[in-house]
């Protein structure tokens, strides 16, 4: 049974910075490409960064270029978000994802088969 667990999530002010952790049991992660999303209220679930299995190719939605860092352990089975001068637009549920997804479909929910229950993320101004 696949098993996503973030956490790390929590209020903080713009300009600080969060390190969100995405625990992985069931599957060796370099197998698969991982990903985060996220969802603010009343919106739907955005991409925002994705780590391709293997290699570890990274891709980051415009919005968190620059900001947000994904990186994984493969000692620990564990996904990261390194997210770095928070603003208030980045509150959300964010969410870990799991799958095969390729270059062409990363950036897309359907890619993914597993999911963690997603954590919340404050920025304050």
């Known amino acids: 049974q696949v098993q996503l667990v973030e956490s790390g999530g929590g209020l903080v002010q713009a300009g600080g910075a969060l390190r969100l952790s995405c625990a992985i049991s069931g599957l060796m992660i370099n197998g698969y490409t991982l990903a985060w999303f996220r969802q603010a209220p009343g919106q739907g679930r955005e991409f925002v960064t994705a780590i391709k299995s293997g290699g570890g190719s990274t891709y980051y939605a415009d919005s968190v270029k620059g900001r947000f860092t994904i990186s994984r352990d493969r000692t620990k089975n564990t996904l990261y978000l390194q997210m770095n001068s928070l603003v208030p637009e980045d509150t959300a549920v964010y969410s870990c994802?799991?799958?095969?997804?390729?270059?062409?479909?990363?950036?897309?929910?359907?890619?993914?088969?597993?999911w963690g229950q997603g954590i919340q993320v404050t920025v304050s101004s």
């Open positions: 994802a799991a799958g095969r997804a390729i270059t062409s479909t990363l950036r897309s929910q359907s890619a993914y088969a597993w």
